[in-house]
């Protein structure tokens, strides 16, 4: 790896952290492919499903957990 890309790649990594999450990137990504005509219909539904279902989970343990926060 060269050290400009051993530079380049922490620094792509933090901006899309602070940015937006892995999986909503995965989700735009994947729309943008869509839009082009590189995946068909039925992968961008998958990629959908995916994203919705463990944000849903996500936004579900975090409602737990801040309910047990809350009542000790």
């Given at each position: 790896?060269?050290?400009?890309?051993?530079?380049?790649?922490?620094?792509?990594?933090?901006?899309l952290n602070a940015a937006i999450s892995?999986?909503?990137?995965?989700?735009?990504?994947?729309?943008?492919?869509?839009?082009?005509?590189?995946?068909?219909?039925?992968?961008?539904?998958?990629?959908?499903?995916?994203?919705l279902c463990s944000q849903g989970v996500?936004?579900?343990?975090?409602?737990?957990?801040?309910?047990?926060?809350?009542?000790?």
């Amino acid at each position: 790896m060269t050290a400009l890309k051993k530079r380049i790649v922490p620094l792509i990594d933090r901006v899309l952290n602070a940015a937006i999450s892995k999986k909503l990137t995965v989700f735009l990504i994947g729309t943008i492919f869509l839009y082009l005509g590189k995946l068909e219909s039925e992968q961008w539904e998958n990629i959908a499903i995916v994203y919705l279902c463990s944000q849903g989970v996500i936004d579900v343990f975090i409602q737990i957990m801040n309910a047990r926060n809350q009542t000790n």
